[in-house]
């Protein structure tokens, strides 16, 4: 079937959702990963910043990205008319 | 599926799993009644391991089926909320319910890859996989993969892809089963497998996926219930807070501080640890002297030791007024002693390693890639970082958690099923590092600087149990309990914790019943998958494409039978080491699977020849590395860039990657019929599509 013009705005803006949403799981698992030794310094909740963020902190953001990524694309699917039927 | 059918369906659903909740408490505060009136302990293990089991089998009954659609993807029916808590039965491994807090007691933040790997990992199958293959809507992965690329080498290639690595991981299961059940019934290893494996089987065999499906949420109840209950008492105890993930940030400075004291030799506690230290380092530098002396004397030093042992026990069973307990020791170590020359090799090396460790500073828990020069350091994150990586894109590749997104009933169902699967997960692992926070504290706190003649009851009764999960030895003779006298095996740190946090044993029933509901449920996912590839992928789609629906399921079970007595025979020969059987099927999984399933959404000029060569040489380089580098494998060729052979699918992802990227580019661009397939998938609805859209 020959996609329309409104069909690949709807893909556009998937990338680019997906796209953000995996820069912030980078920045949150690899960047501060990368820096753990540098935020140790930092406290939160009796924490060490990068204890806290790796052993809860990323976790949370995770579960966050998934939620906010189906809430999303379930009004985008509404919005540029590709959802499915009600059951 | 009309609109009203499926709401009653959840409805339904929902009544039925509340009242099995509550039945399962209502269970369990029974059996401590009669703890209390007196039940011998042996017997609440026998009631909570049969009765859990009976269950998972009443399930298998109930949902027994023969429609091809029920067996293969439950009917397509499973509600989001639902799915998740399946995905995470699934997910949730022996690894995870029993090992995973003890890697973190022993290792620190370094251990808490683990959590990230598995839990991150989800993130990439929300947003790059789950629902393209809702919206695909076949059975098995291998069958993405033949529909995607065309033609039977890429399904094959999948095929052969998901067996191995499935195996591979069902393995680590079995094992954990085999493990739980013969510990707490005291069956033996290889009678606890099987009977494990009865309950894997009539769940499974009977319904399929159907089956499969609602035992899991069954189990995942049980599984959460399992291992939270122990770690909330234990927090009230050390901090008066039940909510564990919050409370013990304050619990992990104290830890620190402890940890400070213990290696200051200036506080009366670590002046203690001090002297047990240099013990072992004196001990250790006597076991490396008695290894120079063997490369140099051979089975002539060998010998001339023997007999000054064999010696001393003659000479003290001379005198008339000797210890019994000296000359019971001097036997022991002339009956100890050595058969020969590799044998002595092997066990004075590994006594001095032990001994090295032990000697060391403790590691402070809390500090990211401990150690003494900036080079190891470094190494210690490459390494962290890369085994993160392998494990997050594992886990979007592993056949049978991808396979459990077919099962909603739409597209958007699996995106929120993915939501909620993680959900589910992170329950566990939130909690499980601050689990071992605060074993730590107790053993930090009230174990060390105990005396040896009143040592914590839970201490003494997994000493006498097994030696290899707790012993502690008093070397420098004070009568007091020094952290370097203490070790401990990482799986005690989960199934000790009800008795650490003085609860009653139905407890560590409930939490053995837990660690058996966590390796099953993932076990009957696993074999579910590889039984599914075979009789669906080669069966059907190779061999007999008109096979009728009857014969197609007779095949399906069949096939079950004989891979699950395969596994259980392979496992009952012990095969290596769980966690390299686990680290070993994240990274087949992520070279295998990952860059063609992941290119063959995203990027339409992917094409056949770029999915077999980028398949084929994520395989190839992943297996290569490990076998080159794993000490199992008896090579242990050098290191590439460092990387440790747990995070080889590094190499093999990125070679999967390369390979389907200039495989496609180097020949011609795939036909109308997969471009027209790719937007399909793309898109939760299309008008081509044909199906009527309710408004």
């Known amino acids: ?87 | 599926m009309a609109a009203p059918g499926q709401s009653r369906f959840v409805a339904q659903l929902k009544r039925y799993y509340a009242l099995y909740t509550g039945g399962f408490i209502g269970f369990v505060v029974l059996l401590s009644i009669f703890e209390q009136m007196g039940m011998p302990n042996k017997m609440l293990g026998y009631i909570f391991l049969g009765a859990t089991v009976l269950l998972y089998a009443g399930i298998g009954i109930l949902s027994r089926t023969s429609d091809v659609a029920e067996y293969y993807v439950a009917g397509r029916r499973v509600p989001a909320f639902f799915n998740g808590m399946a995905v995470g039965a699934d997910w949730m491994s022996a690894a995870s319910f029993i090992g995973l807090a003890g890697t973190l007691y022993l290792s620190g933040y370094d251990g808490l890859a683990f959590v990230l790997g598995w839990t991150g990992g989800f993130v990439l199958v929300a947003l790059l996989l789950a629902p393209y293959l809702r919206k695909f809507g076949q059975y098995t992965i291998p069958d993405f993969l033949g529909a995607r690329y065309g033609g039977r080498i890429p399904r094959t290639i999948g095929v052969f892809a998901a067996i191995l690595c499935s195996f591979t991981y069902v393995i680590a299961q079995i094992y954990g089963v085999g493990l739980i059940t013969s510990r707490f019934t005291g069956l033996d290893f290889g009678t606890g497998v099987f009977v494990g494996l009865g309950s894997i089987l009539v769940c499974s065999f009977l319904g399929g996926m159907r089956a499969v499906t609602w035992t899991q949420v069954a189990q995942y109840v049980i599984l959460i219930v399992a291992y939270m209950i122990p770690v909330i008492w234990l927090s009230v105890k050390h901090t008066g807070n039940p909510v564990p993930q919050v409370a013990y940030g304050y619990v992990l400075q104290k830890v620190t501080a402890r940890e400070q004291a213990l290696n200051d030799p200036a506080t009366p506690d670590g002046a203690r640890e001090a002297e047990v230290r240099s013990i072992l380092k004196q001990r250790e530098k006597t076991t490396e002297d008695q290894l120079q002396a063997l490369e140099a004397g051979g089975a002539a030093y060998l010998a001339e030791e023997k007999g000054r042992l064999v010696k001393a026990a003659a000479e003290l069973k001379g005198k008339r007024d000797a210890d019994p307990k000296a000359i019971a020791a001097a036997d022991k170590a002339v009956a100890e002693f050595p058969a020969d020359v590799d044998a002595a090799r092997k066990a004075w090396r590994a006594a001095a390693e032990t001994d090295r460790v032990k000697a060391a500073p403790i590691a402070a828990h809390a500090e990211p890639f401990a150690g003494p020069d900036p080079a190891t350091r470094d190494k210690k994150r490459k390494n962290f970082l890369a085994l993160v990586l392998c494990l997050m894109v594992g886990t979007a590749a592993l056949p049978h958690i991808l396979m459990r997104f077919y099962t909603t009933p739409t597209v958007r169902e699996a995106r929120q099923s993915v939501f909620w699967a993680l959900f589910f997960i992170s329950l566990l692992y939130i909690t499980a590092p601050a689990l071992a926070v605060l074993a730590k504290y107790d053993v930090y706190t009230l174990l060390v600087g105990s005396s040896f003649s009143e040592l914590p009851s839970w201490v003494s009764a997994w000493a006498s149990v097994d030696k290899s999960l707790m012993s502690v030895t008093d070397i420098n003779h004070d009568g007091i309990v020094q952290l370097a006298e203490v070790n401990i095996g990482g799986d005690l740190i989960v199934l000790a914790t009800p008795e650490i946090a003085g609860l009653p044993y139905v407890v560590t029933a409930l939490v053995a019943a837990g660690g058996l509901a966590a390796a099953l449920s993932t076990a009957d996912g696993l074999m579910l998958t590889i039984s599914n590839s075979l009789s669906h992928d080669v069966y059907y789609k190779m061999i007999d494409p008109k096979a009728p629906t009857g014969r197609r399921l007779f095949i399906a079970k069949a096939l079950l039978l004989a891979v699950a007595v395969f596994a259980a025979y392979i496992t009952s020969l012990k095969p290596g080491h769980i966690l390299f059987l686990v680290g070993a099927a994240f990274s087949l999984a992520a070279s295998a699977f990952f860059p063609a399933l992941a290119l063959g959404v995203f990027w339409k000029r992917a094409n056949k020849a770029g999915a077999v060569l980028g398949m084929i040489g994520g395989l190839a380089v992943c297996m290569y590395y490990m076998y080159m580098t794993y000490p199992f494998f008896g090579v242990n060729a050098p290191l590439w860039w460092d990387i440790s052979p747990i995070a080889s699918g590094m190499f093999g992802m990125l070679a999967g990657f390369v390979g389907v990227i200039v495989g496609s580019l180097l020949t011609a661009a795939p036909g109308k019929e997969m471009q027209e397939l790719v937007d399909h998938v793309r898109y939760p609805y299309l008008e081509s599509d044909g199906k009527d859209r309710p408004v």
Do not use: C
């Open chain 1, 1 to 87: 079937m020959q996609l329309t013009q409104r069909h690949r705005e709807y893909w556009r803006k998937n990338l680019r959702l997906t796209g953000m949403l995996l820069a912030i799981w980078f920045v949150a698992t690899f960047v501060v990963g990368w820096f753990a030794r540098d935020l140790q310094s930092i406290t939160i909740l009796g924490f060490p910043l990068s204890f806290f963020m790796a052993a809860q902190g990323a976790l949370l953001i995770y579960v966050i990205l998934i939620g906010y990524y189906a809430w999303r694309m379930e009004r985008l699917d509404r919005e540029y008319d590709v959802q499915e039927g009600e059951r």
